[in-house]
């Protein structure tokens, strides 16, 4: 199920130039009738005071998380339960790297240890500070984790440079927090895979690929996001299930395309992002292979095509797939985008600079039928945002020429 709307908002903000806009979302927030707890970090308070954040959110304003008088009312532990969601405004690169090292060393960072609300985190910063590789490092590591990113937006920052850095506005920061079931992919069925597939040779061994899974994981949060009821089926991966997303674990292509074929009818989109293994063991050994031969020959049979068979049913969703490639990206996405007669393939070049397996960023070219858009080369999380944008886009399309 999507998140639902939360009513107790625990609003953090730390120390950026761009903590003035906390004051701007705390007032947008109070109007749509949310309750506010606001927790500042030391450094939030050299930019905007307690007492101006105190007015605007109704109540107190916590700072320290070794106050006496403060905890004797309600204590940390109590704030975090309090909490139904959790949202930093603006989260710097210092926070970001606290929380993704599981720092608990001032009151905001203990709340979110402590807390199992939903965490989402509005970055601003340098551009240069958000394109370094540890801030890029930490803001795909809270992703895994679960925690929501929103932005950073692009465009001219308060140092005098341009890129991307700048706090999302306040109040699309809203809307995006108290989505409304309004877009065309709100209340829809997804079904997403993700992962590699595992496909055994004997009881301890198996044949895989280099798969993370996160490009997948990243395309169902960013669904669940939009209000879809995303179901996730995902080979093994060391990434936790998103916020609000079912997750139904799998190992070999089989289960995977059993667990597919089980769901898809009631399905509106189908997205195929997991790397399914093209042939599996023909007749895997029962027991441990024991070394002897100097050489083995695995015999390997085809496994199903998942994605081909969804979009070759009578009445299929619409579907998304990709295309890994380490060549000719384009021409070898169109072909697949043909053969397997799916409505939109993002495609990938792997093996090379721009990203793909087991990396934490990654570039698209998304292509379908009259059409084709590039996304440059981002965090996979922020990349997903926008291959999900596309995917509204497109399916919002179809959905209106079917409507009679
Ligand atoms: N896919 C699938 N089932 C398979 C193989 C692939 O559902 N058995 C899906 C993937 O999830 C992806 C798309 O098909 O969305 C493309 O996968 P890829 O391996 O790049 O392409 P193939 O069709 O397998 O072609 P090739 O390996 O020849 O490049």
Redesign the pocket.
């Given at each position: 199920m999507p998140p639902p709307r939360p009513t107790r908002i625990l609003l953090g903000v730390s120390g950026g130039i761009a903590a003035y806009k906390a004051a701007e979302l705390i007032r947008l927030l109070r109007a749509e009738g949310v309750e506010l707890r606001v927790v500042m970090t030391a450094a939030a308070q050299a930019f905007i005071t307690p007492l101006s954040l105190q007015a605007l959110a109704g109540g107190e304003v916590r700072c320290d998380l070794l106050d006496p008088r403060a905890e004797a009312g309600m204590d940390h532990i109590e704030l975090a339960r309090w909490a139904e969601l959790v949202l930093v405004v603006p989260a710097t690169a210092d926070l970001m790297a606290r929380l993704a090292a599981g720092l608990a060393d001032d009151l905001l960072t203990t709340l979110i240890l402590a807390t199992t609300a939903p965490v989402v985190l509005a970055p601003a910063m340098n551009h240069r500070m958000w394109r370094h590789p540890a801030t890029q490092h930490n803001a795909a590591l809270l992703a895994a984790r679960g925690v929501r990113l929103l932005g950073p937006a692009e465009g001219d920052q308060a140092c005098g440079e341009s890129g991307p850095g700048r706090l999302l506005e306040p109040a699309e920061i809203l809307a995006r927090i108290l989505r409304r079931p309004q877009g065309p992919l709100a209340g829809r069925r997804a079904l997403v895979?993700a992962g590699p597939t595992r496909e055994p040779i004997d009881p301890v061994r198996y044949l895989s690929n280099r798969s993370s899974g996160r490009m997948g994981y990243a395309v169902a949060a960013a669904l669940a996001g939009r209000g879809s009821r995303v179901v996730l089926v995902s080979g093994p991966t060391a990434l936790g299930p998103p916020a609000g997303v079912e997750r139904i674990a799998v190992e070999t292509?089989l289960e995977?395309?059993a667990a597919v074929l089980e769901r898809v009818a009631t399905c509106d989109l189908f997205v195929?992002?997991?790397?399914?293994?093209?042939y599996r063991v023909a007749d895997p050994a029962p027991e441990k292979l024991k070394k002897g031969a100097a050489e083995l020959g695995l015999r390997l049979v085809r496994?199903?095509?998942?994605?081909?068979?969804?979009a070759a049913l009578a009445r299929p969703p619409f579907t998304?797939?990709?295309?890994?490639?380490t060549e000719r990206l384009e021409e070898?996405a169109r072909a697949?985008l043909a053969?397997?007669g799916?409505d939109m393939?993002a495609a990938n070049r792997v093996g090379g600079e721009t990203g793909g397996f087991e990396r934490e960023e990654n570039a698209l070219l998304v292509l379908w039928r009259g059409g084709r858009r590039v996304l440059p080369l981002c965090p996979k999380p922020l990349l997903a945002e926008s291959l999900v944008d596309l995917l509204e886009e497109r399916f919002g399309a179809q959905a209106a020429s079917q409507d009679p």
């Open positions: 895979t292509a995977m395309q195929g992002a997991a790397a399914v293994a093209d496994n199903p095509d998942i994605l081909g068979e969804v998304l797939g990709f295309a890994a490639e070898h697949k053969a397997k799916v393939i």
